[in-house]
């Protein structure tokens, strides 16, 4: 599992928490170096109660205790050395063996070779911090060639210390060119990269028994999926815990990614998403509080350290330290401000609009509009029995009868960048354009089948629908998309949605008596899984869009196929729904206008050309260490993507920007959006025509 923090509202999801409070004195550091790790009867007893609980109850247990043995493995080796820095590739295979004939019937015997090679890695990062701070010594050079490959996740294990001490070689200059461009002398180049190095070796010294056994136990919980994990008492509060008026966030999500902190999600409505600033996957290397405050280079920090520092009072500043993904676009950092505050509900409610298009005839169609960030529920009004409670679905119905109100001939519902949110909602939302019935299936761990919908009532819309998606829109998003296609009640239009269709739930592991513990944290495991009402799973496969539009993510880099250990996409038995239209030859005839339109139209054409730039830069993961080659490539590829952004804006009847730092997307009108309202509007002709032909037909067979 790829721990993730939220930065909105002062809650904090699926990451480590610790006590780390920065480098130790070097009296304490020796003191705790000197020390063994070993399990304890605590550690012995969670370590046993965490592995019967997902034998027991987790969906998809392991073919056998082998395999589990091996993929909890591997998943310790990527948390413990998520980059390969480290660990030799003897350390790898001798931890390997160890566990060959282990069952997971023992536990206790898996956690004590994991302690074994937490001591060994703890040993390895002292040696080679120590090498990469007598580097620093040395005068850099950056006229030399090479280039710096910043994607390890799955590169080779070192074979000796020779090829370890050449990786740091590689990344020593990586990360000093990186500073060096951004316009740092060499003082301040290796002042920087002295804190960076010894923070990562004092995270490591300062590792305690319970840090190893929170890394171990989430490694074991991410052997069964990638959502399942162990959340310490301290992860637990924060998961818990409700936001207080004087802490606020900036409303993002937040992972580690070999030793970066990587942005992967921005929160709608949230400070983050409303600068403009700030985007999916960029890594924050910095963090200053306040206008004047100092930035510290973040790099190797743990995550729940950076993220108290960019938590701060309402209304305060903290400056962020940002470079662009990794990959060949990467440039010198720049620096973002924004200011803390809470991400309203507001922000993230439902909101609608009207589109306007002429066609070649001059006839003129009103597409409504209605996009929604999250599924979202005021459940604690709606269980005081609040006959005003806030929903997704109450907001939709509104806004729905005030675009019926200013007359519309069809209706897009936007799910793009919607990651879910609540089941309930999912489900009332469907029956608002389905009229009720089942809109989804949950199967549980024990294989019992739920049908999961609303009464039969009254649509609130029988009209043309599109429902926009994306490689962002995901859970309960899904389940929407998918009865829309299941009951025939119109067109998905997007990209392929992520493919999350699993159920979590908290255990709290106080119940089970660990000894020597008041608070034993919780356990999040996967229970149930999601099926649509055909009987097809949204898990892994997402929700193929009978329309495709242009996108700018890869499906093997994001979504749940690029997580560890995904449950398989299986099938079940579908139930009979009324079908509304038989599409098929509907959304042929739409494809075709759709694709005729995206070849005459240079909107769409620059769209494209700009997006497939961007997928190609992000694929090529390696970097020149030559200074002056680096520069070039950057250049080239600033230039390039320039020239793509203004193609678009000459497009779109917009003059062009002068330089790369004036590039704004956002700026620019929704082609997207705009396609998927012709597409409706397409769809509501032909429909109507279609009505025609029908009426005629039962004129025809009445005279007769």
């Given at each position: 599992?790829?721990?993730?923090?939220i930065?909105s509202l002062g809650?904090?999801?699926d990451?480590p928490?610790?006590?780390w409070?920065?480098p130790?004195?070097?009296?304490q550091?020796?003191?705790?170096?000197?020390?063994?790790l070993?399990?304890?009867?605590a550690?012995?007893?969670k370590a046993?109660?965490v592995?019967?609980?997902?034998?027991?109850?987790?969906?998809?247990?392991p073919?056998?205790?082998?395999?589990?043995?091996?993929?909890?493995?591997?998943?310790?080796?990527r948390?413990l050395?998520h980059?390969?820095?480290?660990?030799l590739?003897?350390?790898?295979?001798r931890f390997?063996?160890?566990?060959?004939?282990?069952?997971?019937?023992?536990?206790d015997?898996?956690?004590?070779r994991?302690y074994?090679?937490?001591?060994?890695?703890?040993e390895?990062?002292?040696?080679?911090?120590?090498?990469?701070?007598?580097?620093?010594?040395?005068?850099?050079?950056?006229?030399?060639d090479?280039?710096?490959?910043q994607?390890?996740?799955e590169?080779?294990?070192?074979t000796?210390?020779?090829d370890?001490?050449?990786l740091?070689r590689?990344?020593?200059?990586?990360?000093?060119?990186?500073?060096?461009?951004?316009?740092?002398?060499?003082?301040?180049?290796?002042?920087?990269?002295k804190?960076?190095?010894?923070?990562?070796?004092?995270r490591?010294v300062d590792?305690?028994n319970?840090?190893?056994?929170e890394l171990?136990?989430t490694?074991?919980?991410?052997?069964?999926d990638?959502h399942?994990?162990?959340?310490?008492?301290?992860?637990?509060?924060?998961f818990?815990?409700q936001?207080?008026?004087q802490?606020?966030?900036?409303?993002?999500k937040?992972?580690?990614?070999q030793d970066?902190?990587?942005?992967v999600?921005l929160?709608?409505?949230?400070?983050?998403?409303?600068?403009?600033?700030?985007?999916?996957g960029e890594?924050?290397?910095?963090v200053?509080?306040g206008?004047?405050?100092?930035?510290k280079d973040?790099?190797g920090w743990?995550?729940d350290e950076?993220v108290q520092m960019?938590?701060?009072?309402?209304e305060?500043v903290v400056?962020?330290?940002?470079?662009?993904?990794?990959g060949?676009?990467?440039?010198?950092?720049?620096?973002?401000?924004?200011?803390?505050n809470k991400?309203?509900?507001e922000d993230?409610?439902?909101?609608?609009?009207?589109?306007?298009?002429?066609?070649?005839?001059?006839?003129?169609?009103r597409?409504?509009?209605?996009k929604?960030?999250?599924?979202?529920?005021?459940?604690?009004?709606?269980?005081?029995?609040?006959q005003?409670?806030?929903?997704?679905t109450?907001d939709?119905q509104?806004?729905?009868g005030?675009?019926?109100?200013?007359?519309?001939?069809?209706?897009?519902i936007?799910l793009?960048?919607?990651s879910?949110?609540a089941?309930r909602e999912?489900?009332?939302?469907?029956?608002?354009?389905?009229?009720?019935?089942?809109?989804?299936?949950?199967?549980?761990?024990?294989?019992?089948?739920?049908?999961?919908?609303?009464?039969?009532q009254p649509?609130?819309?029988?009209?043309?629908?599109g429902?926009?998606?994306?490689?962002r829109?995901?859970?309960a998003?899904?389940?929407?998309?998918a009865?829309i296609?299941?009951y025939g009640r119109g067109?998905?239009?997007?990209?392929?949605?992520?493919?999350?269709?699993?159920?979590?739930?908290?255990v709290?592991?106080?119940?089970?008596?660990?000894?020597d513990?008041?608070?034993?944290g919780?356990?999040?495991?996967?229970?149930?899984q999601?099926?649509?009402?055909?009987?097809?799973?949204?898990?892994?496969v997402?929700?193929t869009?009978?329309?495709?539009l242009?996108?700018?993510?890869?499906?093997?880099?994001f979504?749940?196929?690029?997580?560890?250990?995904?449950?398989?996409?299986?099938?079940?038995?579908g139930?009979?729904?009324?079908?509304r239209?038989d599409?098929?030859?509907v959304?042929?005839?739409?494809?075709?206008r759709?694709?005729?339109?995206?070849?005459?139209?240079?909107?769409?054409?620059a769209?494209q050309?700009?997006?497939?730039?961007?997928?190609?830069i992000r694929k090529?993961?390696?970097?020149?260490?030559?200074?002056e080659?680096?520069?070039?490539?950057?250049?080239?590829?600033?230039?390039?993507?320039?020239?793509l952004?203004?193609?678009?804006?000459?497009?779109?009847g917009?003059?062009?920007?002068e330089?790369?730092?004036?590039v704004?997307?956002d700026?620019?009108?929704?082609?997207?959006?705009?396609?998927?309202?012709?597409i409706?509007?397409?769809l509501?002709?032909?429909?109507?025509?279609?009505?025609?032909?029908?009426?005629?037909?039962e004129?025809?067979?009445?005279?007769?």
């Amino acid at each position: 599992m790829i721990p993730v923090f939220i930065l909105s509202l002062g809650l904090m999801l699926d990451a480590p928490v610790s006590n780390w409070q920065g480098p130790l004195p070097q009296a304490q550091a020796d003191e705790t170096e000197a020390s063994e790790l070993r399990p304890g009867n605590a550690q012995r007893e969670k370590a046993r109660v965490v592995a019967d609980l997902l034998q027991r109850y987790h969906y998809r247990s392991p073919d056998s205790g082998v395999t589990l043995a091996k993929d909890a493995a591997e998943a310790y080796l990527r948390q413990l050395d998520h980059g390969r820095f480290f660990l030799l590739e003897d350390d790898v295979e001798r931890f390997r063996a160890d566990l060959a004939d282990i069952g997971a019937d023992q536990p206790d015997k898996i956690l004590e070779r994991a302690y074994g090679l937490h001591a060994t890695y703890r040993e390895r990062v002292r040696e080679q911090i120590d090498f990469a701070l007598g580097l620093l010594e040395e005068d850099f050079d950056f006229d030399a060639d090479g280039r710096y490959e910043q994607d390890r996740m799955e590169a080779d294990w070192a074979t000796d210390q020779q090829d370890l001490d050449d990786l740091w070689r590689q990344r020593v200059s990586h990360d000093a060119l990186t500073l060096e461009l951004a316009e740092r002398s060499a003082d301040e180049i290796q002042d920087n990269l002295k804190r960076r190095y010894q923070t990562i070796r004092d995270r490591a010294v300062d590792a305690d028994n319970d840090d190893v056994m929170e890394l171990y136990l989430t490694a074991w919980a991410s052997a069964f999926d990638p959502h399942s994990a162990f959340m310490s008492p301290q992860r637990s509060e924060e998961f818990d815990m409700q936001m207080s008026l004087q802490l606020e966030g900036i409303g993002a999500k937040l992972t580690m990614e070999q030793d970066f902190t990587k942005i992967v999600e921005l929160i709608p409505g949230g400070p983050a998403e409303q600068s403009g600033e700030l985007s999916e996957g960029e890594r924050i290397i910095g963090v200053a509080d306040g206008e004047d405050g100092e930035m510290k280079d973040v790099v190797g920090w743990r995550l729940d350290e950076i993220v108290q520092m960019i938590r701060g009072p309402k209304e305060s500043v903290v400056r962020l330290k940002v470079l662009p993904p990794a990959g060949a676009s990467e440039t010198s950092p720049r620096e973002v401000r924004l200011v803390r505050n809470k991400v309203d509900l507001e922000d993230q409610a439902a909101r609608k609009e009207i589109i306007e298009q002429t066609d070649d005839e001059g006839e003129t169609a009103r597409i409504g509009v209605i996009k929604i960030p999250k599924f979202y529920r005021d459940f604690a009004a709606a269980q005081a029995g609040d006959q005003d409670y806030r929903s997704t679905t109450r907001d939709v119905q509104r806004l729905l009868g005030e675009l019926l109100e200013e007359g519309i001939d069809g209706l897009v519902i936007d799910l793009r960048g919607n990651s879910g949110g609540a089941l309930r909602e999912a489900t009332a939302l469907t029956a608002l354009f389905t009229g009720g019935g089942p809109a989804v299936q949950v199967r549980s761990h024990q294989g019992h089948l739920e049908e999961v919908g609303e009464s039969e009532q009254p649509p609130a819309y029988e009209g043309p629908l599109g429902v926009m998606v994306d490689r962002r829109s995901a859970s309960a998003s899904e389940i929407f998309a998918a009865a829309i296609q299941d009951y025939g009640r119109g067109v998905v239009i997007g990209d392929q949605t992520f493919g999350k269709g699993t159920v979590q739930q908290m255990v709290s592991l106080d119940n089970y008596a660990i000894p020597d513990e008041d608070r034993s944290g919780q356990l999040k495991l996967t229970i149930a899984q999601f099926y649509r009402v055909s009987g097809e799973s949204t898990q892994l496969v997402g929700v193929t869009p009978d329309i495709s539009l242009p996108s700018e993510l890869d499906h093997d880099e994001f979504g749940e196929r690029a997580a560890e250990n995904p449950l398989p996409a299986t099938t079940i038995d579908g139930l009979e729904v009324p079908v509304r239209y038989d599409l098929d030859d509907v959304i042929d005839e739409l494809t075709r206008r759709h694709e005729q339109r995206m070849d005459e139209t240079e909107v769409f054409k620059a769209l494209q050309r700009e997006l497939d730039f961007q997928r190609e830069i992000r694929k090529d993961t390696s970097i020149s260490l030559n200074r002056e080659q680096r520069r070039a490539e950057q250049k080239e590829r600033e230039e390039r993507l320039l020239e793509l952004h203004n193609e678009r804006r000459q497009a779109h009847g917009k003059d062009p920007v002068e330089s790369y730092e004036d590039v704004d997307a956002d700026a620019l009108p929704d082609a997207l959006l705009d396609a998927s309202a012709a597409i409706v509007r397409d769809l509501a002709r032909i429909l109507d025509e279609s009505r025609d032909d029908v009426l005629t037909a039962e004129a025809e067979r009445d005279e007769e």
